[in-house]
Protein backbone atom coordinates (compact mmCIF):
# COMPACT_ATOMS: atom_id res chain seq x y z
CA UNK A 1 0.00 0.00 0.00
CA UNK A 2 1.84 2.99 -1.01
CA UNK A 3 1.88 5.86 1.88
CA UNK A 4 1.08 9.57 1.41
CA UNK A 5 3.04 12.20 2.93
CA UNK A 6 1.96 13.28 6.60
CA UNK A 7 0.32 16.89 6.94
CA UNK A 8 2.62 19.39 9.13
CA UNK A 9 -0.57 20.03 10.89
CA UNK A 10 -3.25 18.98 12.56
CA UNK A 11 -6.73 20.11 11.43
CA UNK A 12 -9.50 21.56 13.39
CA UNK A 13 -11.41 19.41 16.13
CA UNK A 14 -14.86 18.93 14.00
CA UNK A 15 -17.20 16.34 14.33
CA UNK A 16 -18.90 14.96 11.04
CA UNK A 17 -22.17 12.75 10.31
CA UNK A 18 -20.81 9.83 13.11
CA UNK A 19 -18.12 11.53 14.87
CA UNK A 20 -14.45 13.05 14.92
CA UNK A 21 -11.83 11.23 12.92
CA UNK A 22 -8.31 12.07 11.54
CA UNK A 23 -4.94 10.66 11.12
CA UNK A 24 -3.44 9.23 13.85
CA UNK A 25 -0.43 11.33 15.47
CA UNK A 26 -1.71 14.35 13.30
CA UNK A 27 -5.36 14.83 14.07
CA UNK A 28 -5.75 12.35 16.57
CA UNK A 29 -3.34 12.49 19.74
CA UNK A 30 -3.87 11.55 23.43
CA UNK A 31 -3.57 15.14 24.50
CA UNK A 32 -6.24 16.23 21.80
CA UNK A 33 -8.58 12.86 22.33
CA UNK A 34 -8.64 13.61 26.22
CA UNK A 35 -10.35 17.11 26.27
CA UNK A 36 -12.86 16.09 23.84
CA UNK A 37 -13.68 12.73 25.65
CA UNK A 38 -14.02 14.76 28.84
CA UNK A 39 -16.10 17.30 27.03
CA UNK A 40 -18.54 14.75 25.56
CA UNK A 41 -18.90 12.96 28.80
CA UNK A 42 -19.60 16.00 30.44
CA UNK A 43 -22.64 16.71 27.65
CA UNK A 44 -23.76 13.35 28.32
CA UNK A 45 -24.60 13.70 31.95
CA UNK A 46 -25.56 17.02 31.33
CA UNK A 47 -28.16 16.12 28.59
CA UNK A 48 -29.15 13.24 30.92
CA UNK A 49 -33.02 12.20 30.41
CA UNK A 50 -35.23 13.13 33.45
CA UNK A 51 -35.44 9.95 35.87
CA UNK A 52 -31.54 8.43 34.57
CA UNK A 53 -29.90 8.93 37.60
CA UNK A 54 -26.78 6.90 36.30
CA UNK A 55 -23.33 7.71 36.43
CA UNK A 56 -22.15 5.33 33.68
CA UNK A 57 -20.33 5.85 30.54
CA UNK A 58 -19.76 2.83 28.29
CA UNK A 59 -16.33 2.44 26.84
CA UNK A 60 -15.46 0.41 23.63
CA UNK A 61 -12.67 -0.02 20.55
CA UNK A 62 -12.06 -1.34 17.57
CA UNK A 63 -9.17 -3.25 16.12
CA UNK A 64 -7.09 -0.15 14.79
CA UNK A 65 -3.49 0.55 16.11
CA UNK A 66 -3.70 2.01 19.23
CA UNK A 67 -7.51 1.81 19.90
CA UNK A 68 -7.62 -0.33 23.20
CA UNK A 69 -4.79 2.28 24.86
CA UNK A 70 -6.35 4.68 23.91
CA UNK A 71 -9.77 3.77 24.68
CA UNK A 72 -7.90 3.29 28.41
CA UNK A 73 -6.94 6.34 28.23
CA UNK A 74 -10.45 8.02 28.08
CA UNK A 75 -11.91 6.31 30.28
CA UNK A 76 -8.94 8.24 32.62
CA UNK A 77 -10.78 11.83 31.19
CA UNK A 78 -14.24 10.28 32.37
CA UNK A 79 -13.05 9.83 35.58
CA UNK A 80 -12.21 13.14 35.88
CA UNK A 81 -15.29 14.54 35.22
CA UNK A 82 -16.54 12.10 38.21
CA UNK A 83 -18.23 9.49 35.64
CA UNK A 84 -17.79 6.13 35.78
CA UNK A 85 -16.18 4.43 33.34
CA UNK A 86 -16.93 0.93 31.63
CA UNK A 87 -14.72 -0.62 29.23
CA UNK A 88 -15.57 -3.35 26.99
CA UNK A 89 -12.82 -6.49 27.70
CA UNK A 90 -12.38 -6.95 23.84
CA UNK A 91 -12.48 -4.99 20.88
CA UNK A 92 -16.18 -4.89 19.99
CA UNK A 93 -18.87 -3.76 16.74
CA UNK A 94 -19.99 -0.54 17.77
CA UNK A 95 -24.00 -1.42 18.11
CA UNK A 96 -22.32 -3.72 21.26
CA UNK A 97 -21.69 -0.58 22.66
CA UNK A 98 -25.32 0.76 21.59
CA UNK A 99 -26.63 -2.39 23.40
CA UNK A 100 -24.95 -1.80 26.10
CA UNK A 101 -25.87 1.64 26.70
CA UNK A 102 -29.64 0.78 26.69
CA UNK A 103 -29.21 -2.09 28.40
CA UNK A 104 -27.47 -1.26 31.82
CA UNK A 105 -28.93 2.05 31.40
CA UNK A 106 -25.99 3.94 30.63
CA UNK A 107 -25.61 7.72 30.19
CA UNK A 108 -24.43 6.82 26.80
CA UNK A 109 -20.97 5.45 24.78
CA UNK A 110 -17.47 6.62 23.49
CA UNK A 111 -16.20 4.35 20.99
CA UNK A 112 -12.19 4.44 19.91
CA UNK A 113 -13.01 3.58 15.73
CA UNK A 114 -12.38 5.01 12.26
CA UNK A 115 -15.33 3.02 11.35
CA UNK A 116 -14.28 2.25 7.69
CA UNK A 117 -11.88 4.99 6.89
CA UNK A 118 -8.04 4.14 6.30
CA UNK A 119 -5.47 2.30 7.85
CA UNK A 120 -3.89 4.84 9.22
CA UNK A 121 -7.39 7.05 10.96
CA UNK A 122 -8.73 7.01 14.17
CA UNK A 123 -11.40 8.78 15.62
CA UNK A 124 -14.17 8.80 18.46
CA UNK A 125 -18.09 7.81 17.88
CA UNK A 126 -20.47 9.24 20.83
CA UNK A 127 -23.64 7.25 21.64
CA UNK A 128 -26.24 8.83 23.37
CA UNK A 129 -28.80 7.33 25.94
CA UNK A 130 -30.96 5.91 23.60
CA UNK A 131 -27.80 3.82 21.94
CA UNK A 132 -27.94 5.63 19.02
CA UNK A 133 -25.41 8.58 17.87
CA UNK A 134 -25.80 11.99 18.85
CA UNK A 135 -26.80 14.57 16.76
CA UNK A 136 -25.75 18.21 15.42
CA UNK A 137 -26.92 19.79 17.90
CA UNK A 138 -25.02 17.60 20.90
CA UNK A 139 -21.47 17.48 18.80
CA UNK A 140 -21.95 21.67 18.26
CA UNK A 141 -22.18 21.68 22.40
CA UNK A 142 -19.05 19.42 22.92
CA UNK A 143 -16.87 22.04 20.39
CA UNK A 144 -18.20 24.66 22.53
CA UNK A 145 -17.09 23.54 25.76
CA UNK A 146 -13.22 22.35 24.07
CA UNK A 147 -13.26 26.05 22.88
CA UNK A 148 -14.48 27.67 26.38
CA UNK A 149 -11.36 25.48 27.68
CA UNK A 150 -11.33 24.51 31.41
CA UNK A 151 -11.95 20.90 31.14
CA UNK A 152 -11.15 18.49 33.82
CA UNK A 153 -7.81 16.70 34.89
CA UNK A 154 -7.81 13.01 33.92
CA UNK A 155 -7.50 10.00 36.31
CA UNK A 156 -5.74 7.66 36.43
CA UNK A 157 -7.40 4.46 37.83
CA UNK A 158 -7.99 0.82 37.51
CA UNK A 159 -11.02 0.52 35.07
CA UNK A 160 -13.67 -1.80 35.26
CA UNK A 161 -14.54 -4.06 32.34
CA UNK A 162 -17.32 -6.14 30.73
CA UNK A 163 -18.03 -8.55 28.20
CA UNK A 164 -19.20 -5.78 25.69
CA UNK A 165 -19.05 -8.55 23.08
CA UNK A 166 -20.80 -11.64 24.88
CA UNK A 167 -23.39 -9.44 26.44
CA UNK A 168 -24.37 -8.65 22.76
CA UNK A 169 -24.42 -11.51 21.13
CA UNK A 170 -26.55 -13.11 24.01
CA UNK A 171 -29.43 -10.19 23.33
CA UNK A 172 -29.24 -11.10 19.64
CA UNK A 173 -30.13 -14.71 20.88
CA UNK A 174 -33.02 -13.23 22.80
CA UNK A 175 -34.58 -11.41 19.81
CA UNK A 176 -33.85 -13.82 16.90
CA UNK A 177 -35.67 -17.14 15.99
CA UNK A 178 -31.46 -18.32 15.06
CA UNK A 179 -33.15 -22.72 15.12
CA UNK A 180 -35.20 -21.57 12.30
CA UNK A 181 -32.71 -19.50 10.38
CA UNK A 182 -30.18 -22.28 10.76
CA UNK A 183 -32.76 -24.97 9.72
CA UNK A 184 -34.14 -22.96 6.73
CA UNK A 185 -30.20 -22.38 5.55
CA UNK A 186 -30.07 -26.43 5.63
CA UNK A 187 -32.96 -26.85 3.57
CA UNK A 188 -31.63 -24.52 1.00
CA UNK A 189 -28.05 -26.18 1.19
CA UNK A 190 -26.93 -22.86 1.56
CA UNK A 191 -23.07 -21.78 2.44
CA UNK A 192 -22.96 -18.57 4.19
CA UNK A 193 -19.22 -16.79 3.63
CA UNK A 194 -18.48 -13.73 6.37
CA UNK A 195 -16.17 -10.88 6.05
CA UNK A 196 -15.16 -8.78 9.03
CA UNK A 197 -12.43 -7.33 7.15
CA UNK A 198 -9.83 -7.95 10.05
CA UNK A 199 -12.02 -5.59 11.52
CA UNK A 200 -14.59 -6.26 15.33
CA UNK A 201 -17.18 -8.39 13.72
CA UNK A 202 -15.08 -11.19 13.54
CA UNK A 203 -16.31 -14.43 14.62
CA UNK A 204 -19.57 -12.59 15.46
CA UNK A 205 -21.88 -14.24 13.14
CA UNK A 206 -20.35 -17.64 13.89
CA UNK A 207 -20.62 -17.21 17.87
CA UNK A 208 -24.21 -16.01 17.12
CA UNK A 209 -25.40 -19.20 15.10
CA UNK A 210 -23.47 -21.51 17.16
CA UNK A 211 -22.37 -25.21 16.63
CA UNK A 212 -25.43 -26.19 14.56
CA UNK A 213 -24.34 -23.70 11.73
CA UNK A 214 -20.72 -25.07 11.79
CA UNK A 215 -21.15 -26.43 8.19
CA UNK A 216 -23.10 -23.78 7.14
CA UNK A 217 -20.75 -20.55 7.80
CA UNK A 218 -17.24 -19.83 6.93
CA UNK A 219 -15.28 -16.64 7.99
CA UNK A 220 -12.46 -15.42 6.49
CA UNK A 221 -9.82 -12.36 7.07
CA UNK A 222 -10.44 -12.76 10.73
CA UNK A 223 -7.29 -12.12 12.33
CA UNK A 224 -6.20 -8.40 14.11
CA UNK A 225 -4.63 -6.37 11.37
CA UNK A 226 -4.48 -2.63 11.52
CA UNK A 227 -3.51 -2.57 7.84
CA UNK A 228 -6.83 -4.25 6.84
CA UNK A 229 -5.12 -6.16 3.67
CA UNK A 230 -3.66 -2.60 2.85
CA UNK A 231 -7.34 -1.55 2.12
CA UNK A 232 -9.84 0.46 4.09
CA UNK A 233 -12.08 -1.53 5.61
CA UNK A 234 -15.19 -0.18 3.73
CA UNK A 235 -18.10 -2.86 2.15
CA UNK A 236 -16.83 -2.17 -1.78
CA UNK A 237 -16.79 -4.29 -4.27
CA UNK A 238 -12.88 -3.38 -5.20
CA UNK A 239 -11.88 -4.23 -1.67
CA UNK A 240 -13.53 -7.78 -1.44
CA UNK A 241 -11.68 -9.57 -4.23
CA UNK A 242 -11.24 -12.74 -1.72
CA UNK A 243 -14.73 -12.91 -0.45
CA UNK A 244 -15.93 -13.15 -4.08
CA UNK A 245 -13.75 -15.17 -4.90
CA UNK A 246 -14.44 -17.75 -2.07
CA UNK A 247 -18.52 -17.40 -2.64
CA UNK A 248 -17.70 -17.83 -6.62
CA UNK A 249 -15.67 -21.04 -5.61
CA UNK A 250 -18.50 -22.67 -3.21
CA UNK A 251 -21.14 -22.11 -5.69
CA UNK A 252 -18.65 -23.92 -8.82
CA UNK A 253 -18.28 -26.93 -7.09
CA UNK A 254 -22.23 -27.16 -5.59
CA UNK A 255 -22.87 -25.58 -2.86
CA UNK A 256 -24.00 -22.29 -3.51
CA UNK A 257 -23.11 -19.81 -1.44
CA UNK A 258 -23.62 -16.15 -0.60
CA UNK A 259 -21.31 -13.49 1.35
CA UNK A 260 -21.54 -10.99 3.84
CA UNK A 261 -19.18 -8.41 5.17
CA UNK A 262 -18.81 -5.78 7.97
CA UNK A 263 -16.82 -2.85 8.03
CA UNK A 264 -14.16 -1.73 10.55
CA UNK A 265 -16.24 -1.86 13.11
CA UNK A 266 -19.18 -3.92 12.23
CA UNK A 267 -21.86 -1.17 11.54
CA UNK A 268 -22.34 -1.48 7.86
CA UNK A 269 -22.64 -4.48 5.57
CA UNK A 270 -23.07 -5.45 2.33
CA UNK A 271 -23.65 -8.62 0.55
CA UNK A 272 -22.20 -10.72 -2.33
CA UNK A 273 -24.45 -12.64 -3.93
CA UNK A 274 -24.16 -16.83 -5.45
CA UNK A 275 -22.47 -15.48 -8.94
CA UNK A 276 -19.71 -13.26 -6.92
CA UNK A 277 -21.82 -9.80 -8.10
CA UNK A 278 -21.56 -7.18 -4.92
CA UNK A 279 -24.88 -6.08 -3.27
CA UNK A 280 -24.53 -2.79 -1.73
CA UNK A 281 -27.84 -1.81 0.70
CA UNK A 282 -28.79 0.01 -2.70
CA UNK A 283 -29.84 -3.59 -3.88
CA UNK A 284 -30.52 -4.85 -0.21
CA UNK A 285 -32.74 -2.92 0.63
CA UNK A 286 -35.50 -2.93 -1.48
CA UNK A 287 -35.20 -6.58 -1.62
CA UNK A 288 -35.82 -6.22 2.85
CA UNK A 289 -38.77 -4.16 2.40
CA UNK A 290 -40.25 -6.64 -0.16
CA UNK A 291 -40.03 -8.89 2.79
CA UNK A 292 -41.14 -7.39 5.46
CA UNK A 293 -44.05 -5.63 3.83
CA UNK A 294 -45.05 -8.19 1.66
CA UNK A 295 -44.31 -11.22 3.10
CA UNK A 296 -44.30 -10.99 6.36
CA UNK A 297 -47.21 -8.28 6.12
CA UNK A 298 -45.72 -5.76 9.09
CA UNK A 299 -46.10 -2.48 9.33
CA UNK A 300 -44.42 1.03 9.63
CA UNK A 301 -42.74 3.73 7.39
CA UNK A 302 -40.17 3.24 5.27
CA UNK A 303 -37.15 5.71 6.25
CA UNK A 304 -34.12 6.64 3.51
CA UNK A 305 -31.78 9.15 2.86
CA UNK A 306 -31.66 11.28 -0.07
CA UNK A 307 -28.91 9.55 -1.41
CA UNK A 308 -30.63 6.02 -1.27
CA UNK A 309 -32.07 4.31 -4.21
CA UNK A 310 -35.44 5.51 -5.96
CA UNK A 311 -35.42 1.58 -6.08
CA UNK A 312 -36.37 1.80 -2.45
CA UNK A 313 -39.15 4.37 -2.96
CA UNK A 314 -40.23 2.65 -5.93
CA UNK A 315 -41.04 -1.30 -3.75
CA UNK A 316 -42.14 0.76 -0.80
CA UNK A 317 -44.65 2.65 -2.44
CA UNK A 318 -45.71 -0.73 -4.23
CA UNK A 319 -46.61 -2.08 -0.97
CA UNK A 320 -48.45 1.07 0.26
CA UNK A 321 -45.68 2.23 2.73
CA UNK A 322 -45.46 5.58 3.06
CA UNK A 323 -41.80 7.11 2.27
CA UNK A 324 -39.51 9.46 4.32
CA UNK A 325 -36.59 10.87 2.77
CA UNK A 326 -34.20 12.41 5.33
CA UNK A 327 -30.41 14.19 5.24
CA UNK A 328 -27.63 11.50 4.94
CA UNK A 329 -26.43 10.46 8.45
CA UNK A 330 -27.60 6.98 9.93
CA UNK A 331 -28.56 9.20 13.09
CA UNK A 332 -31.08 10.78 11.26
CA UNK A 333 -32.64 7.65 10.46
CA UNK A 334 -32.45 6.36 14.23
CA UNK A 335 -34.46 9.66 15.23
CA UNK A 336 -37.03 9.02 13.27
CA UNK A 337 -37.26 4.92 14.11
CA UNK A 338 -37.56 5.95 17.93
CA UNK A 339 -39.86 8.41 17.08
CA UNK A 340 -42.89 6.84 15.15
CA UNK A 341 -43.86 3.92 13.24
CA UNK A 342 -40.62 2.83 11.17
CA UNK A 343 -40.52 -0.68 9.05
CA UNK A 344 -37.47 -0.56 8.19
CA UNK A 345 -34.75 2.54 7.66
CA UNK A 346 -31.56 2.45 5.96
CA UNK A 347 -28.79 4.33 3.69
CA UNK A 348 -26.64 3.85 0.66
CA UNK A 349 -23.30 3.24 2.89
CA UNK A 350 -24.34 0.17 4.40
CA UNK A 351 -26.43 1.19 7.88
CA UNK A 352 -29.37 -1.02 7.90
CA UNK A 353 -31.54 -0.66 11.12
Not at 44 to 64: C, K, M, Q, Y
Not at 291 to 317: I, Y
Amino acid sequence: MPSSPLRLSSAPIKFGTDGWRGVLGVDITVERLLPVAAAAAQELAHRAPEGLNSRTVIIGFDRRFLAPELAEAIASAVRGCNLEPLLTETAVPTPACSWAVVERKALGALVITASHNPPEWLGLKIKGPFGGSVEGDFTAAVERRLAAGGITAPIAATTSRFDGRGEHLEGLRRQLDLSALVTGLKAMNLRVIVDPMHGSAAGCVSDLLGPEATELVDEIRTNRDPLFGGHPPEPLAPYLEELITAVKASTATGTPAVGLVFDGDGDRIAAVDENGRFCSTQLLMPLLIDHLARARQLPGTVVKTVSGSDLMRLVAEAQGRDVLELAVGFKYIASEMLAGDVLIGGEESGGVG
